[in-house]
């Protein structure tokens, strides 16, 4: 055969191929329906996917548009088809019993590696339906299971299923389309797919309006071969405000606000109820071109930075990288302060149970660091206890820097003492109880477990401590008595009169509920100090650190765990949100934490008549004016505020998060906020600072009548530790009231926790809580009968 001759039948095979198509696709166009309402869909079509990023090229616009200047209805109807069908990835059909089959469109199956292709969906609807149009995929189920209330659950999700789930999908059905079908007999929908991977991927579709509307025979599946686009490693510098290399933390949107890596598809390191994820400098971020808003900063003593990152379409085959440059407002270690939170969780609440039981510690680290918390204590609790234990070992973890501590410990819940009060154990040798093999054989109340962590060294303390401690009272201090019903610090009524307690917790639940317990011991004359904490993933799951306890170091010792937690022990300590900070509190000279009289830490001996002064240097950070929108500094507070504004964070209730926010001490529409002296549990001085960043160093003038507690605070966002001032020697009995208050407390928690210990414990139990008692009342008649408390 001449060369001319294959020449013509390749032709005539291409033309006749042509025209089978043409065909097919005619054959599939739906006739016979009305011209206008189709019409009105395809305009709000195409401005639906001009707002989705995925618009009409300028050909199909211009067809678009002559289909529907066509006078015709039948031809109209039929060149809007034409023009879009052969953009549908799916076209579904809609019997007239309302059972739905799907098959395989025109448009090719191409995706974009860690991004979002847009397609159309065309629906043909004998049953008039007006139910929404469900998309679903076995390949779109998360890759992990939710947190299960367990020791050690099962393992739900495998590594094939894992490897499965790779897809992402969603419906687009906001304005100027509608959430639910039209009814019409023909419409198109948008659908948008992500995938997690690159490469050839199968996926199946499956489509329904509603329960039991799928056809028989799965007809309603679309198998699916998708070619995934490989997107751009961007690499990532980091760089510290000293021009080093550091961990950062960045939040990724794209022009409609989308966040990248997609949270749906993430796995450890990067935590899937997040916004941010952790780099470091020289790591990267897969994206797929174009333009993205990012966010950008690294714990609260950074600014919160904005810019704008193009990548370019050439970025997956040519190296693409970002500079990132951090700015701090104030740097707390340079100050010799450091910032910790001794309550933060690898396993359980937000965290997943499978494929693997919570996360691992190089997970953990990366948050620390990205957060720049100085140290932090890995909790192992009841959920997949018998998992996590194993990276206990009583020594800071391997992974620690000079910088960035990580050490894990124990918290005391979902264990049988959990009613009493959750319990936070750090520094400890040993994390099994004495004779027991299960959490189910550990005591069923508290003292027992503080009395032999502090025999082995460890520094103790209760866990969120307002919780079962609500009053209604929005101001301290109050004598509202709480019902001593919840997990915080219950039973620490009690246990604090067997000096068994070396701190509470503060900054994680609401603050009147937090410290009026602690007010009240003190004036008491107890020495419990507070830390601040997060709980993180369970009472804040937005990042670690959000509550942070700021320890002195004494001048020439490096950061250790063993001085950080200390320093929590001896009240060497402010806790803050992170963004306030009361720093170098002195009383006569007297540093808080420091040996005092008899050695005793914080212990000031005065003669009666002799003058307090209290010294402090404050600093706090807010936006310049109250406007009614987040503060830059603060943008990521009021994303993590649940959508709040920074006039929101003002205006909510107390026990309402945040419950800890510098915005909350907000003066009016100024920029300063109030550093009060605390003496007793009352107010008594109050001055202002501006909350512009810089360090005010403040003076207070005191003369206390009696002995008494001295603190300061920006409340409810920072808080000191108190100095004890001891007049004559007398101990502090600063309110009788106080001690009739905690008397009365030992009684309702004894009438709530009694009868969920031990039948065998509770003799014991019994004895210690009548010590209380008895301690509470010798200090009652030994208190002064108005103090500074009236």
């Not at 407002?329 to 149970?353: F, L, P, Q, T």
């Not at 996360?359 to 009841?382: A, F, K």
């Amino acid at each position: 055969m001449c060369k001319s001759s294959a020449q013509r039948c390749a032709f005539s095979a291409v033309f006749g191929l042509l025209i089978l198509r043409a065909t097919l696709a005619d054959e599939a166009l739906v006739k016979n329906i009305e011209a206008q309402p189709l019409a009105a869909q395809a305009e709000r079509l195409v401005q639906a996917l001009q707002m989705v990023g995925a618009p009409l090229s300028d050909a199909e616009r211009r067809r678009l548009e002559e289909a529907l200047g066509e006078s015709d209805d039948a031809a109209l109807v039929a060149g809007v088809q034409r023009v879009l069908d052969p953009l549908c990835l799916v076209h579904v059909h809609v019997n007239p019993e309302s059972r739905v089959k799907a098959h395989a469109g025109a448009a090719a199956p191409e995706l974009m590696e860690h991004g979002w292709r847009v397609f159309l969906v065309k629906v043909v609807n004998e049953a008039g339906v007006t139910a929404p149009l469900r998309i679903s995929s076995p390949n779109a189920k998360e890759p992990y299971d939710d947190w299960v209330d367990s020791p050690d659950p099962p393992q739900t999700v495998t590594p094939r299923d894992v490897r499965n789930r790779w897809l992402d999908l969603s419906v687009y059905d906001q304005q100027p389309l509608t959430p639910s079908l039209s009814g019409l007999p023909l419409e198109y929908r948008i659908v948008e797919l992500y995938s997690r991977d690159r490469g050839r991927r199968e996926g199946l579709l499956a489509f329904d309006v509603g329960q039991g509307t799928q056809d028989l025979g799965f007809r309603n599946e679309v198998n699916m071969l998708f070619s995934c686009e490989p997107s751009a490693d961007v690499r990532l510098e980091v760089r510290d405000v000293d021009g080093t290399p550091t961990t950062g933390q960045f939040v990724v949107r794209d022009q409609r606000g989308r966040v990248y890596p997609a949270r749906s598809r993430r796995l450890a390191p990067d935590f899937f109820f997040h916004d941010q994820v952790y780099r470091a400098d020289g790591e990267s971020i897969r994206l797929p071109p174009g333009r993205y808003d990012v966010t950008f900063t690294r714990g609260p003593e950074y600014r919160v930075l904005r810019r704008e990152v193009t990548v370019p379409e050439t970025a997956a085959a040519e190296p693409h990288a970002e500079r990132f440059e951090l700015q701090r407002w104030i740097n707390m270690s340079e100050h010799g302060w450091y910032s910790g939170d001794h309550h933060v969780h690898a396993a359980g609440c937000a965290h997943y149970a499978s494929p693997t039981r919570g996360v691992e510690p190089q997970d953990m680290i990366r948050h620390i660091r990205g957060e720049d918390l100085n140290v932090g204590c890995v909790l192992t609790w009841g959920p997949c206890w018998y998992h996590q234990k194993k990276f206990f070992d009583g020594r800071v973890h391997e992974l620690s820097t000079a910088r960035h501590i990580m050490r894990y410990d124990v918290e005391v819940s979902g264990f049988p003492s959990s009613h009493a009060g959750h319990l936070t154990l750090l520094r400890l040798a040993e994390d099994d109880y004495p004779g027991t093999e299960r959490i189910e054989d550990w005591p069923s109340w508290d003292l027992p477990i503080l009395k032999w962590a502090k025999a082995q060294g460890g520094v103790v303390g209760f866990a969120h401590s307002g919780w079962g401690l609500e009053v209604p009272a929005t101001s301290l201090p109050t004598y509202d008595m709480p019902r001593f019903d919840g997990i915080g610090a219950n039973e620490y009524i009690v246990d604090v009169t067997h000096d068994a307690v070396d701190y509470i917790s503060t900054v994680d639940t609401p603050a009147v509920w937090e410290l009026n317990v602690w007010y009240h011991t003190l004036n008491c004359g107890f020495g419990t100090r507070i830390s601040g904490e997060t709980d993180f993933p369970c009472i804040y799951g937005e990042r670690v650190g959000l509550g942070r306890a700021y320890v002195k170091l004494p001048a020439g010792e490096e950061l250790s765990f063993d001085g950080w937690v200390q320093g929590i022990r001896d009240g060497r300590a402010y806790v803050s949100e992170g963004r306030s900070h009361l720093f170098d509190f002195k009383v006569n000279g007297l540093g808080v934490g420091e040996p005092g009289a008899g050695g005793r830490a914080s212990v000031l001996a005065i003669g009666k008549g002799e003058r307090l002064r209290a010294t402090v240097k404050a600093a706090a950070l807010l936006d310049a004016a109250a406007a009614d929108r987040a503060a830059p500094g603060e943008f990521q507070e009021a994303e993590e505020a649940e959508g709040l504004t920074a006039a929101d964070v003002r205006h909510t209730p107390l026990d309402e998060k945040p419950y800890w926010h510098i915005e909350r001490a907000r003066i009016g529409d100024t920029r300063t906020v109030p550093v009060e002296l605390v003496v007793n549990g009352v107010a008594v001085e109050s001055k202002p600072i501006s909350a512009d960043g810089a360090v005010s160093e403040l003076t207070f003038d005191y003369a206390p009548e009696r002995s008494s507690w001295v603190a300061l605070r920006i409340f409810p966002a920072a808080h000191t530790n108190p100095i004890f001032v001891e007049v004559d020697g007398a101990p502090i009995r600063a309110s009788r009231r106080s001690a009739q208050w905690c008397l009365a407390a030992v009684a309702r928690c004894w009438e709530s926790k009694h009868q969920a210990i031990r039948e065998s414990e509770r003799e014991a139990a019994q004895a210690a809580y009548d010590h209380a008692r008895e301690t509470y009342r010798r200090i009652e008649q030994k208190s002064f009968d108005d103090g500074s408390l009236e």
